[in-house]
């Protein structure tokens, strides 16, 4: 059956990226997968952020690269979502490994541009490692060079490519980089093109799929494909894993 992925843990129900919403996600048998985002502290640490700037849902302002790990756990991640979080922190990589380790699937989305993280590829790939998660975590990245540095670097680890859209050269580039995962806007899918890279040995995710009526449709495409969403219960309510 499809695999229901939660989109930044929880994030319909729970302030994105933060523990909250990771133990949230834990808490349901259905969800198999979550999707997570990780940048580096200024002191070298893989911290849960998806924007490469505070102020959207951290009380705070500047670049995430400029803040040590100690610091950005000063500000509140939270109150901007409900203020039953306020207080609720920044996460480490760690700190999330630790938590769903033999639990679930996680996919680590890299936040990176050109050289905005030198040596953010090798961190998270020891932590994996270290931590015997190489079965049930995978790392994917918009950046296809940050995909192949880790290919590089931990060649045995499961790799994806984010595209924005459907590329013509897309299995060269997959290919080119060592990763076997495609990620992919749902708008961009069909029956036709998703049997074909499931049956060539693909894993496919769609993202970010919020309407019932999406999921229902995406579901019908091929019950490998993985469907990421803000709001899991509206998956699971289709699928009666409620």
Known sequence: MN???????????????????????????????????????????????HDFELGRTVKGSGMVKDYTLEELKQFDAGSWFD???????????EEVLKEV???LLLNIELKTAGDMYPGLEEKVADLIQRYGMEDEAYITSFDHDAVARVHELAPTLKKGLIFGGKSRLLREQL???????????????TPD??????????????????????????????????????????????????
């Open 101 to 103: 380790r033999g639990k």
């Open 175 to 189: 290919t080119a980089m060592g990763a076997t995962i495609l990620s992919i806007p749902y708008p961009y899918l």
């Open 193 to 242: 093109f998703v049997h074909e890279m499931i049956e060539e040995g693909y894993t496919v995710i769609a993202w970010t799929v919020d309407n019932p009526e999406h999921i229902r449709n995406l579901i019908s495409f091929h019950p490998e494909l993985q469907i990421c969403t803000n709001h899991p219960d509206r998956m699971l309510a289709l699928t009666n894993k409620a």
């Open 83 to 93: 203020e039953a979080f306020a207080g609720e922190k920044i996460p480490s990589l």
């Open 3 to 49: 695999i229901c992925m939660a989109h930044r843990g929880w994030s319909g129900r729970a302030p994105e990226n933060t523990m909250a919403a990771v133990r949230l996600a834990l808490t349901h048998p259905g969800i198999q997968a979550m999707e997570i985002d990780v940048q580096l502290s200024k002191d070298g640490v893989p911290v849960l952020m």
